[in-house]
């Protein structure tokens, strides 16, 4: 039976990390950093607004502090007044605990294309579950401004969170053994936009406590203290400091007054008088010291559809800043897409407006009778006022790159009515990645999804109805045999192709042959208009208007009939094709490019050309619809 191995990714300044995602905490974007975890979470999940930054209470507690605050001697656990006192230009902002989840989950999502198992919370026979009533107390508490006790205080209990934990038993050989492995996690993490501290070992509790310990204790051992050899787990928590059992903050202060510094000193110790100190959890410091961690996961649900959201202290007003925190994101879902093995066919944006702004200023609008222009839509729901607009893919893209071009391009057209307080990004139509082989043929390879991203770029700017294949269609009218049909995979791939109007003349060809050689029809016309114009009734030596042009009809040539063509429609049709020479007698003498050209008995005095056109049975009343060259 395999020995169960575990990975531990800690991620010490998490809250931090996902602070600066926002944008630059401070005009600078170098002022000191700190945290306070809580808050309202059903409004920042509902993208609510925030009329104006909120200014945290004096007496409020921070949780976690960056590595600029720290060298200023901000500490966790002091009162925001306190560490004003310190830093007078100390940026202290709010992450909730629903933020804190949805970055957890990311992480899990991206560690599982190397693991069975991810999970944000362990089981209920740990002592260090993270429960889900534990976590919402704490949230509740948050929110009222009091602390649960022991929340986000202590590495072990009811926070901080900042644990993902992965299960590898039998699959680090796939990546070339465990040192790879970490190494691999270690780039997917960074992908993300974190900071991680990683650890593998024989259960969740031993490596999360290596991962968060260990680099204090590893004496320049580098990877090798990352990783527990198996049934090795009590030596190789040995080194850490007490701290790192699950035990509470006094029990280990008190360790450490009587001269307990290090695992290894309590393990030292007689197991009858250490258990009588360390309070309801000596069941738990009992079997790690002995190297047994058998506490289970609880597996992480990845989410079908791939959601990232982000929040803002401070209103955004330009489409630059949006641009920034959507080049974040639009990473952090390649990243998540590359792990499922897996790409995105449309991207939904909604882009959350401050509330009495966006109201005043859609009131002044309705009042003009002016409305937004561009291919969005202003939405006012119980979410309050939002931009929402989506970007379809003509095919599956999974490049951070290839995703952000499109919004990039659909943004730019975009005026936004009110300050932004918030961006929620949706990526739906999740299809399986294409996989395309290799081409060692060449000396350069080419990017399958170069035509793709420029197709998704073209749909955002002139519209997903404008761009697409044209495709050859049984019909009898000219102006129905060919259509713009959507961009799919087997449309972009190569194949041999014919042009409508060579599988036309082919036919042709071959009708001829079966009647003995006859001549075979006269071509049909190389270009159609968008729309036929009317001409009114016609015939040899009429006068029509053409774009404001008169000219004259030299001859007519009967080209075919159509009868009560698709009659099975609301409006069939029955047709005379005929070929028309048209003569103008304008004193330029100048032929419409691509439409006229010189006569060919030389005259010099007129502008001419050839013309397509059909007169319906019915009206009896002529169409300009093409031009032959």
Request: aromatic content about 4%; charged content about 25%.
């Amino acid at each position: 039976m395999a020995v169960r191995r575990i990975v531990a990714i800690v991620l010490p300044q998490l809250a931090c990390e996902l602070v600066k995602q926002r944008g630059p905490v401070s005009p600078s974007g170098k002022a000191p950093l700190a945290v306070i975890l809580g808050g309202d979470d059903e409004r920042r999940a509902a993208l609510g607004p925030r009329p104006e930054r909120e200014p945290q209470a004096p007496a409020a507690v921070i949780d976690l502090v960056d590595d600029e605050a720290r060298r200023y001697g901000v500490r966790p656990g002091q009162k925001v007044v306190e560490a004003a006192a310190l830093v007078a230009h100390l940026a202290i902002h709010r992450v909730t605990f629903a933020e804190i989840d949805a970055a957890l989950g990311r992480v899990a999502e991206v560690a599982l294309g190397l693991g069975a198992t991810a999970s944000i919370q362990l089981g209920e026979q740990g002592a260090a579950s993270r429960g889900g009533a534990a976590r919402a107390g704490a949230s509740r508490a948050g929110r009222g401004g009091e602390r649960a006790p022991g929340a986000a205080r202590s590495p072990w209990g009811d926070g901080p969170y900042d644990t993902v934990w992965l299960d590898i038993t039998g699959a680090s050989h796939l990546v070339g053994g465990e040192e790879a492995l970490l190494d691999e996690l270690g780039e997917r993490v960074a992908a993300l936009g974190h900071r991680a501290r990683l650890a593998i070992a024989d259960g969740p509790r031993l490596a999360q406590a290596i991962a968060r310990f260990g680099a204090h204790a590893d004496g320049g051992r580098g990877d090798e203290a990352r990783i527990a050899a198996p049934g090795k787990g009590a030596q190789a928590i040995g080194p850490l400091p007490v701290q790192a059992l699950p035990v509470e903050r006094e029990v280990a202060s008190f360790l450490v007054r009587l001269g307990v510094l290090r695992v290894e000193d309590l393990a030292r110790l007689p197991r009858a008088q250490v258990a009588a100190r360390l309070g309801p959890r000596t069941a738990d410091v009992m079997e790690l010291l002995a190297g047994r961690d058998p506490v289970p996961l609880l597996p992480f649900e990845v989410p079908r559809l791939i959601e990232e959201e982000v929040l803002f202290d401070d209103p955004v007003e330009n489409a630059e800043s949006l641009l920034f925190v959507l080049r974040g994101m639009t990473s952090r879902i390649a990243s998540r897409l590359a792990a499922r093995g897996e790409a995105c066919g449309r991207l939904n944006v909604a882009i959350a407006y401050d509330r009495s702004i966006a109201r005043l200023r859609l009131g002044e609008r309705e009042g003009d009778g002016e409305g937004d222009g561009s291919a969005a839509e202003l939405e006012d729901d119980e979410r309050g006022p939002s931009l929402r607009f989506h970007v379809d893919m003509p095919v599956p893209l999974s490049d951070a790159g290839d995703l952000l071009r499109p919004l990039k391009a659909k943004l730019e057209r975009i005026e936004l009515a009110a300050p932004a307080v918030g961006v929620h990004l949706i990526a739906s139509r999740i299809a399986r990645a294409r996989r395309v082989q290799l081409d060692l043929s060449r000396d350069r390879s080419v990017d399958p999804d170069s035509l793709p991203a420029l197709l998704a770029e073209l749909s955002a700017e002139i519209g997903a109805e404008r761009v697409g294949v044209l495709e050859i269609a049984d019909a009898h009218r000219p102006e129905a045999r060919s259509r713009l049909a959507p961009v799919e995979d087997e449309a972009l791939a190569p194949r041999p192709s014919r042009t409508a109007r060579a599988a036309r003349q082919a036919a042709a060809e071959q009708g001829a042959a079966a009647r003995g050689g006859e001549e075979a029809p006269a071509p049909e016309p190389s270009r159609l208009l968008a729309q036929p114009i009317p001409l009114g009734r016609v015939g040899r030596g009429a006068i029509v208007a053409v774009d404001r042009h008169l000219y004259a009809i030299e001859r007519l040539c009967f080209v075919m009939r159509l009868d009560a063509v698709e009659w099975w429609t609301p409006a069939p049709a029955s047709r005379d094709y005929a070929r028309a020479w048209l003569v103008s007698g304008s004193p330029s003498g100048r032929a419409r490019p691509g439409e006229l050209r010189p006569p060919r008995d030389g005259a010099s005095a007129s502008s001419c050309g050839e013309a397509w056109i059909y007169v319906d049975r019915a009206t009896g009343e002529a169409f300009l619809q093409g031009w032959c060259e």
